[in-house]
């Protein structure tokens, strides 16, 4: 049976871990290495990490973390950030990384998805939505660049066209949420899932392992993805590397029961 | 060496890597006699102990009463920190903060047991994490000096660390895992020399450091000792000296109230101090830590002499994995395999090679000494 | 020693890795000789069927490979879009498979999800081989690998399934036939489920 999968999310800023609230207030939280490290000795299903600036400041990606990074990993890995043409999806590839993953450039060069897809295949590229609820129409609004930039697509509709373009994976971020610790934006997460069949990892709000188990009682196999949750123990928000044990999550799958196969 | 140079305490298992080591005529070393002279008559942990950490938690209650905690508890995830860290709170209803202080190292079982006995003692945790980046340079200027003490930044940010919030916090007690029970004798000043001296650290850094040390915590000697010691009362508590601590019993009560798991062996929480003490340490210069740990435990009856000598024929790392921690610490270093065994390859120094306030530790632990505030110690 | 063809994508360094730590010589195969040198052959592979055929057509190696695969008979493991590539054919692209496993590669079929499709089949899921020992020793009881392809092998002949999982209806996840052995899974990214049956690999 298809297990939903639980994937911690780790954001680089100048090559060191951070942890953001509503992609501000980046908190230092250490060496990405020993954070890789540490995850795949604890077996999590997959891991997501995002250089959260290769892409503001228009730079390459930073190959010999991605290739450190990928080295140490004995589950599969998606790296995103300052992606932004086929060759540099192709290298992140080969250095091992079974996913790359696009945000901004997927809104700017939407073509970019379907010319990767050909060359490492679609279940390879993974786009990431990052969306908020507009202050003023409270509509869902998708955002460019950590957030900062408007964008005139609608994600429901930008889900929908990221398929069709053969994307593998839908990562959609609440910014909202982001670092908030009160659980998933589920609405949200809805509404992506009504537009797109494509395989969905929800990210953003994650706070206790309930909200995992809330997001997969409702949405079946899926991706529950988390910073916050996984990085930081207790109130004071101490860094700590923390990820529920085998036993845990097949019970909490067990828990859920569910839908199989969906 | 030649064999007639060569000598190994009867009772304990230092030998003369220790450069310093001194033998009676019985063939008795030094250290032992220390121990057998200075601490053991001065340290109790039957009734007289009892009521000496009484009055001491009496003390730290009223000075916490009002406060979210009452002491900050200095915790690795090691089997001393760990078990402290349960007796403050369920033995000796103290309201502690765990602190704990991430320099980039930590091994997925150290995290691992912290959590645990986070969660199994409803307690609080302060997380401080060090500046990878300075810190990384900061270990490799100690690897380019080509001393002994390469583990003195994570050593150092521990103490500095923990010293900076209580001050800052206002915080009078920190208590530490420290205890006679398994360090009752004390790696030689050659072979670990001492983390807190400023001095050198700045130096060492300043002649090979790449990067200035802005977050870096840093403390000395004089600051922690006596500035905040005796200005800012803030004491350093070390429980487990102060009723009996036997190591096998104190990991088993963990392993069964909170599933702790424990290490292969002393240290282990941090991949760097593993590394250090297990290889660069025993096979550049030839100091193998086991024999201090082993000595301690069989000056407190926890090993058998002869089982330390057994131990000690196998070497302190594990030869099927060296190769990948070698890689591993290369990496995380940022140099390549081949530079660091450049380093492993080089000249030995020691730490008279660089700026240091030697001088400062010997008047204080000899005024410590004087005043029966300290014994034993470092030599 | 054990060669891991190096032709294009692939997750050559993880799966060197894993058998360096295992202490099991390797080798990343770059040249004719380095397949000579091994006693097994590992062919990883990510990414479209034609790119990977391509790849392969264009390294120099496939002469030297289909020498020792089906010549001296060496033992060889295609993972992924390696395991397709055994195959006749693929309907994700044009070119000819290596035709070693008669079968060909197909797209899962929507008509299967009730409804809903999901594709790529994505995540850990479970393997049911049809015998143990072999490739799947000590394996046989909750083994799960990390799977990641929207295609999927169709072997003409039943013999050669080795073991099947369950995605909205079984599919042979694992092929074999005589020395020439495919997973559709990442045994380089599976925890210790992978590294046995990577060790499992090189005994055979």
Not at chain 1, 190 to 208: D, E, F, H, N, Y
Not at chain 2, 285 to 310: C, H, N, P, W
Request: hydrophobic share 40%.
């Amino acid at each position: 049976m298809l297990r939903p999968r639980i994937i911690p999310c780790l954001l680089v800023k100048n090559g060191g871990l951070v942890k953001t609230v509503n992609f501000d207030h980046p908190k230092y939280v250490g060496d990405p290495i020993n954070a890789v490290r540490i995850f795949n000795e604890k077996e999590v299903d997959e891991l997501i990490v995002l250089d959260i600036d290769a892409s503001v400041q228009n730079r390459e990606p930073d190959y010999a973390l991605i290739r450190n990074l990928a080295g140490e990993c004995r589950m599969p890995l998606c790296y995103g950030g300052g992606v932004r043409n086929v060759e540099q999806f192709e290298r992140i590839v080969s250095l091992g990384v079974e996913k790359v993953a696009v945000s901004s450039t997927a809104v700017r060069t939407p073509e970019l998805i379907s010319r990767a897809a050909e060359v490492v295949g679609g279940q390879s590229v993974v786009v990431v939505m990052d969306v908020r609820r507009d202050p003023g129409t409270k509509k869902y609004q998708l955002r460019m660049h950590n957030g900062k930039v408007h964008c005139d697509r609608e994600p429901a509709e930008f889900a929908a066209e990221v398929e069709r373009l053969g994307a593998g994976e839908i990562v959609v971020n609440s910014i909202d949420h982001d670092g908030v610790m009160k659980g998933y934006d589920l609405e949200l997460a809805r509404t992506i899932r009504r537009a797109s069949t494509l395989p969905m990892s929800v990210l953003g709000g994650a706070g206790k392992l309930q909200d995992i188990a809330d997001l997969i009682r409702e949405f079946g196999t899926v991706g529950a993805a988390a910073g916050s949750l996984f990085v930081f123990k207790g109130s004071l928000r101490a860094v700590l590397i923390n990820y529920p044990s085998r036993a845990q999550r097949d019970a909490l799958f067990e828990e859920c029961n569910g839908r199989q196969n969906r | 060496m030649a064999m007639t140079n060569y000598q190994i305490c009867v009772n304990c298992v230092m030998d003369t890597s220790d450069a310093k080591i001194r033998f009676d005529a019985r063939g008795v070393c030094d250290h032992c006699n220390t121990f057998y002279r200075d601490i053991l008559p001065n340290w109790h942990t039957d009734e007289r102990g009892a009521q000496e950490l009484d009055r001491i938690v009496e003390s730290i209650k009223a000075e916490g009463r009002g406060k979210d905690f009452d002491c900050i508890i200095g915790m690795s995830g090691g089997i001393d920190s760990s078990y402290l860290t349960y007796l403050a709170k369920e033995r000796l209803g103290l309201r502690p903060l765990v602190f704990h202080v991430d320099a980039g190292w930590n091994s997925q079982i150290a995290v691992n047991n912290i959590e645990k006995l986070i969660d199994g003692l409803g307690l609080e945790l302060y997380t401080e994490v060090i500046d990878w980046d300075e810190m990384r340079d900061l270990q490799l200027s100690f690897f380019k000096a080509g001393v002994p003490h390469v583990d003195t930044p994570q050593d150092h940010a521990f103490f500095a660390t923990m010293y900076n919030f209580a001050e800052a916090h206002n915080v009078k007690y920190i208590l530490t895992g420290a205890n006679y029970s398994t360090e009752c004798i004390r790696n030689p000043l050659e072979w670990m020399y001492y983390q807190s001296d400023s001095i050198q650290l700045r130096d060492i850094h300043r002649k090979f450091g790449t990067r200035p040390l802005v977050k870096f915590p840093i403390t000395s000697i004089l600051r922690h000792k006596v500035y905040l010691r005796f200005f800012k009362r803030i004491r350093v508590i070390s429980p487990l000296n102060y009723l009996p601590y036997r190591k096998a019993e104190a990991m088993q009560l963990l392993e069964q109230k909170y599933g702790w798991q424990p290490y292969p062996q002393k240290h282990f929480e941090s991949r760097f101090t593993r590394f250090y003490e297990s290889y660069w340490l025993p096979k550049r210069f030839g100091y193998d830590t086991r024999r201090v740990q082993y000595s301690s435990l069989i000056l407190t009856e926890q090993m058998t002499r002869k089982e330390a000598l057994e131990k000690l024929m196998q070497p302190a790392y594990d030869a099927a994995t060296i190769a990948q921690d070698f890689e591993y610490v290369a990496t995380k270093l940022g140099i390549s395999v081949a530079e660091l065994q450049s380093y492993m390859d080089a000249p030995n120094k020691s730490y008279r090679d660089y700026k240091s306030q030697q001088s400062i530790y010997l008047i204080g632990a000899n005024v410590m000494r004087l005043l029966g505030m300290q014994l034993g110690g470092k030599r | 020693m054990i060669a891991i063809v190096h032709y294009g994508l692939g997750n050559v360094h993880a799966i060197a890795n894993i058998y360096k730590r295992l202490g099991i010589p390797q080798v990343i195969a770059t040249t004719p000789a380095d397949l000579a040198a091994a006693s097994h052959i590992v062919l990883p592979g990510v990414g479209a069927f034609d790119w990977a055929m391509k790849r392969l057509n264009e390294s120099g190696l496939r002469e030297a490979l289909e020498h020792c695969v089906l010549v001296e008979r060496k033992p060889v493991l295609g993972i992924c879009v390696g395991m397709q590539m055994l195959a006749q054919r693929s309907e994700e692209g044009s070119l000819p498979g290596l035709s070693w496993i008669h079968g060909e590669v197909r797209r899962f079929d929507a008509s299967r999800f009730a409804g809903e499709t999901r594709l790529p089949h994505m995540g850990w899921n479970d393997v049911r081989p049809r015998q143990t020992g072999g490739l799947f020793k000590q394996l046989t009881s909750g083994a799960r690998f990390y799977f990641l392809h929207s295609y999927y092998f169709s072997p003409k002949n039943d013999d050669n399934v080795l073991a099947t999982t369950d995605y909205f209806g079984e599919f042979a996840c694992s092929v074999g036939s005589e020395n020439i052995y495919g997973v559709q899974f990442h045994p380089e990214k599976s925890h210790q489920w992978g590294i046995q049956l990577l060790k499992n690999f090189a005994e055979l």
